[in-house]
Structure formats: structure tokens, C-alpha cells
């Protein structure tokens, strides 16, 4: 199927137009608005279109509990932590969201969220966000899905962990409220991702198996993953932002600082003008370098009427003369004048 490109906010999102770029917050704002704020004018900065906060408390999110179901473990950055209380080191006060979008909309850039549970959709509707995101994770909360689909805003899926079988039953039930508006982003949820554990041959897949745009939302530390998505068709990138790695966080292990950001959009962007279109022949900027090519030309003085040979005529830079091909049509034949050392040879310049 073909993927068909729609507005999202200030741009318009699919194939044949610029990435959609996206800093995510996350918690690297360490629970201090200031730094909520320093990180969207970085984003801007750094090249953004938008910024994506998440919208959920520790409440929303789980329960209160030491019992071992609700203990962090397995390998990843957070072991050893309990649910609740990551969730609320790392959630986004809702007070702020609001005074966060009116900062990012006045730098340019859209700013929305991914909501957990569906206050959180109601709390980003007053707030009037033109889209929302759904997070792997909750790829398998169809009411919560259904429930953002029937705002009838754009919704961005991320699809890490989820079996295809999964991804088109979230995708059917967005399908099934009314509302196409849909990117599906391939993810892999480690925090930090290896690049061979990406599998970006995905993202072409996602968009001609769903009829969507597809992209990337990206948990390396390496720019050259996204540039590469954005080869293989990537429509939108989000990546992690934090003012510095240093500053211990439930996500700064995973983000970008401003500077690497900035390298990373300018990346996409050079990526994007690289890819073209299906082109042969002669652009613009090598019609130049066409001097270099090899032509016939005449290598020693010919008398007119003498016989071109192998001795007197050769193919040679430049390029001015005819093509190398002719040259079994030239050998044999006469000059129709006297030609000196360096001339080009002509079709005029050969007795018929």
C-alpha cells in the first residue's frame, strides 16, 4: 500500500517531505521547570519541529508496591528500582505542559505528548496538542488507543516489542474510529539500544504493509541511525534530548546532548538531499566535469588526404572531439584538411 502524507501541526508528515523531527524530554528535565524550558529552546536550536513531553503520574501509571512484580530487574538501567517510585522521580508535573507548549509554539516548533491512561488524553485535549503519541508499551492497551483515535488528532505509534500481529490490531482499532492520521515508528525498547539490534529494514515494511508513513523513534547514541532510516524512508525521527549526560536522570544515559542533536538533524537533512530521485545522465554541477572524458583527437601532424591511423589518432582527455566509439569508422579514412597536433577530431574534418 501506499503511504499518504497528512498535516501534523505545522508540517506536513509522509513520504516526499523533510523528517519529521522530534526531541523527546522525557524526564531529563530533573523535576525543575527551568530546565524543562532550557531543554525546548535547545531543541529549537538543535533543529527540532517539535518537542513530545510524557503526560502520566507515578498514580496513573502503576501502584504503590514493594511486592516483586512491581521491583525493576532484568538488565536494565533501572534495576533495582521500584515502579512507583521511578515514575515519580521521572514524570512531568501537568502544571507545566501547558506553559511548555506556549514556549515551544512561539520558538515555531509543535510540542505534544504521549498520554498513559485516558486523563491523560482528556488533560492534552484541553490543552488543544495537534497530536498524540502512543508509546510501545502501550500498543496493547486498545481502549486507551481506541480512545486517542476518536480525538481524531494525528497519532504517532512507536512499535518496539510488538508482534506484527499486535501492531495491525492497534492499527485496526485506529482504523476503526475514523482516524487514518497515523505514523508507526520501529523502536527497539533498550535504553540504551545497540545499532545491531535496529533492524531498520522495518520502517519500509511498516509503511507498505499499513499504508502509513513510517519512522524511527530511536534509543541509540549513534547519529548514523536515523540518517540511515531517513534512506530507507523515514518520515519522522525522535531521539532523546538532555542539556548533559553527566547529570544523572532516569533517561539522560540514552539522550543527546544539544550539540550531538544539532549534528544529528544537519545528518537527516544532507541524507535527505543526497537520496534524490532516480537519475541518469548529466546534473547540473558534473555538465563540468564532462571536459574529462576521452575523445578522439589528433595525436601527430596529418597532411590533408593522408589515412587517420593508430599512430595519429587516439583516444585522449579531453572531451571535445567525438566519442572514443567512432574510432574503427575513423582509422582508414582521410583528413579533408591539414590538421595539426591537438585537434579535435570533427565529422567535418573526414573526407566521406
Not at 127 to 135: D, E, G, L, Q
Request: hydrophobic residues 45%.
Amino acid at each position: 500500500m501506499i503511504a499518504r502524507s497528512f498535516r501534523l501541526g505545522r508540517a506536513e508528515v509522509g513520504p516526499g517531505h523533510p523528517a519529521y523531527i522530534i526531541a523527546e524530554l522525557s524526564a531529563n528535565h530533573g523535576q525543575n521547570f527551568e530546565e524543562a524550558v532550557r531543554l525546548v529552546r535547545a531543541a529549537k536550536e538543535s533543529g527540532a519541529d517539535a518537542v513530545k513531553l510524557q503526560t502520566y503520574t507515578a498514580d496513573t501509571m502503576t501502584i504503590p508496591s514493594n511486592g516483586p512484580d512491581f521491583q525493576i530487574r532484568g538488565g536494565t538501567i533501572w534495576d533495582g528500582r521500584n515502579l512507583h517510585e521511578l515514575y515519580q522521580d521521572a514524570y512531568t508535573p501537568w502544571e507545566w505542559q501547558p506553559k511548555l507548549k506556549q514556549v515551544a509554539e512561539s520558538l515555531g516548533m509543535d510540542l505534544f505528548s504521549t498520554p498513559f491512561d485516558p486523563t491523560a488524553v482528556d488533560f492534552l485535549e484541553s490543552m488543544h496538542v495537534p497530536a498524540h503519541k502512543i508509546a510501545s508499551f502501550e500498543v496493547v492497551d486498545l481502549p486507551l488507543i481506541e480512545k486517542i483515535a476518536a480525538t481524531g488528532k494525528p497519532i504517532i505509534m512507536s512499535t518496539g516489542m510488538a508482534t506484527l500481529a499486535e501492531i495491525t490490531e492497534a492499527v485496526d482499532t485506529i482504523f476503526g474510529a475514523g482516524n487514518r492520521q497515523l505514523v508507526l515508528l520501529k523502536c527497539t525498547s533498550a535504553y540504551p539500544a545497540a545499532p545491531d539490534t535496529m533492524n531498520l529494514r522495518t520502517i519500509p515494511h511498516l509503511a507498505e504493509a499499513f499504508g502509513v508513513p513510517a519512522g524511527l523513534s530511536d534509543h541509540t547514541l549513534d547519529i548514523a541511525v536515523p540518517v540511515a532510516a531517513v534512506v530507507l524512508g523515514a518520515c519522522v525521527i525522535e531521539k532523546h534530548l538532555t542539556m548533559s549526560r553527566s547529570v544523572p536522570g532516569p533517561d539522560s544515559a540514552f539522550s543527546l546532548e544539544p550539540a550531538e542533536f544539532r549534528r544529528m538533524v544537519e545528518a537527516v537533512r544532507a541524507a535527505e538531499k543526497a537520496v534524490g530521485s532516480v537519475h541518469y545522465g548529466v546534473t547540473a554541477d558534473d555538465a563540468k566535469s564532462r571536459v574529462f572524458r576521452r575523445s578522439l583527437y589528433v595525436v601527430a601532424d596529418i597532411k590533408s588526404g593522408e589515412p587517420f591511423t593508430e599512430a595519429n589518432v587516439r583516444s585522449i582527455r579531453p572531451g571535445h572531439g567525438l566519442p572514443p566509439k567512432m574510432i574503427r569508422e575513423v582509422l582508414g579514412r582521410r583528413a579533408a584538411t591539414d590538421l595539426p597536433k591537438g585537434t579535435a577530431l570533427r565529422l567535418d574534418l573526414i573526407l566521406s
